[in-house]
């Protein structure tokens, strides 16, 4: 009997971190229980990874990597919260065989897209009242398949794909037990919160800088005012047991937040306390003493180490095996099918000869005329006292002018609609900016058979989830 074989630890590896338009690099060697940094880089992409032509930003990248004198094509690659979608579920009691199934069944209902378009990771941790949670993140596939499209035509060999801050705060370590952590980047702050073994809570905040600074500067009131918000959210059995704030980093404006936060923080019971360095015993290997302190050596380090990501977000791979077996398999079906069509044909032939059987028995009819007349007189009583039918197509024109509503270019999709008593309409759905979101609501106002129209929900940014209602039947507009 022949076991897997485990996968091959390598001893050099190419750590990437994105961030906005920045890419960090660095790459990590292991050598005699220790590890060693052979080079670094930072740049800003001119493309973007998820919007630009695959080739062009690998193109990019590799011109990136020939001015650092980086050859390796082995990458481990962090990716920023900015990019992922975040489910908290709390699990009622039930078997760990059943959990699975129920996480499931809950990010189908909790993500705005389906499953089979996400690549989803999961954090699960039991409090101490004994109830079990679960963070569920997502990332949609079609941004992982165009980085994965772009670091191979830079050339590069992708490993894993995980989270930069959950390989900077690792939650299964009892260090981190109670640990509130901020990653400061381009744009935008990480925030995460490890209780209990687990990830608890995970937030990208990308409206805490003030816009009318150029470059946009860091506001520590509005940060602080998220901190207070997120930890507010969380259950009081979790609540109290943070009391610690890890802002990683070693550039000004870390320095500057742990300096203007120290003393609101501190009065909220919170010790603030700046990470430019490893602890010496963060990796199973010796660090040397001036690796700064970044996502892109983290995940690089857990890679040559052999420690697995907590969530590994890299679509798999269909090895040359299946792909020949599908192939084989295809031309069974082919068989399968013929084989199929003639069944198919001879039972049709049984069918006409039963047909021509049954034309024999046309002279019973008579004896059948006084039930023929009684059903009838049954279907005259429902088409009277239906009081679902319309032949006006009701519904139907209501989908028709919502459909025509939404932009063609998909900017703007709907997820669920739900018609309650014919006339009340409730729509849920994505939208990737506010504007587009505004301009369809706009557009179906101005039917002249849609009222009262009103949001009721709006979460997120980029995408953002939406809910409206409104009440369908002849009449004038909203008039709002």
Request: charged content about 25%; glycine content about 8%.
């Amino acid at each position: 009997m022949k076991f897997p074989r485990k996968p091959r630890v390598p001893t050099t590896v190419l750590g990437l971190a994105l961030h906005g338009s920045r890419l960090d690099g660095v790459l990590v060697k292991r050598s005699n229980g220790s590890m060693q940094v052979l080079k670094t880089f930072s740049a800003t992409l001119t493309l973007s990874p998820l919007t630009g032509d695959a080739e062009l930003v690998g193109r990019e990248i590799r011109n990136h990597l020939e001015q650092a004198g980086i050859r390796e094509r082995r990458c481990v690659v962090s990716l920023p919260l900015s990019w992922a979608l975040t489910l908290p579920t709390e699990i009622p009691e039930m078997s760990d065989d059943d959990m699975p199934s129920f996480l499931e069944i809950e990010a189908e209902r909790g993500f705005p897209y389906g499953l089979e378009s996400l690549m989803v990771g999961r954090s699960t941790f039991r409090a101490p009242s004994g109830k079990r949670f679960a963070t569920q993140v997502a990332v949609p596939r079609n941004q992982l398949d165009q980085l994965e499209r772009a670091l191979k035509a830079a050339q590069l060999r992708t490993v894993n794909i995980s989270l930069g801050i959950a390989a900077l705060q690792d939650p299964l370590k009892d260090s981190s037990n109670g640990v509130l952590a901020l990653v400061i980047g381009e744009g935008s702050v990480d925030l995460q919160i490890t209780c209990a073994g687990g990830i608890a809570v995970m937030r990208s905040l990308d409206n805490v800088f003030e816009s009318e600074s150029s470059p946009s500067r860091l506001s520590t009131e509005l940060l602080v005012r998220e901190i207070k918000i997120t930890l507010g959210q969380l259950p009081a059995e979790f609540r109290d047991a943070v009391t610690r704030i890890r802002v990683f980093g070693r550039g000004e404006t870390a320095r500057r937040f742990q300096y203007e936060a120290v003393g609101r923080l501190d009065a909220m019971g919170m010790k603030v306390e700046l990470v430019e360095a490893y602890a010496g015993n963060e990796f199973a290997k010796s660090l040397p003493s001036n690796v700064e302190v970044s996502p892109a050596f983290s995940v690089a380090a857990r890679c040559i180490t052999g420690v697995a990501p907590l969530m590994d977000f890299l679509p798999p791979k269909v090895s040359a095996f299946q792909q020949f077996t599908t192939r084989f398999a295809s031309k069974k079906l082919g068989w399968i099918g013929a084989a199929a069509a003639a069944l198919v044909l001879l039972v049709g032939g049984a069918f006409a000869v039963q047909q021509y059987k049954l034309s024999k028995l046309r002279d019973h009819w008579t004896t059948m005329s006084p039930q023929v007349r009684e059903l009838e007189d049954m279907q005259a009583l429902i088409r009277r006292f239906r009081p679902w039918f319309d032949s006006s197509f009701r519904n139907l024109t209501l989908l028709r002018k919502v459909t025509e509503a939404f932009p063609e270019d998909g900017v703007v999709t709907a997820k669920t609609l739900e018609i309650r008593d014919i006339s009340a309409v409730s729509c849920s759905g994505v939208a990737s900016d506010n504007q587009s979101l505004l301009r369809m609501l706009e557009q179906l106002r101005a039917s002249k058979d849609v009222r009262d129209l009103k949001v009721d929900n709006i979460r997120g940014k980029t995408p953002l989830q939406f809910t409206f209602n409104f009440h369908w039947g002849e009449g004038g507009g909203d008039g709002n």
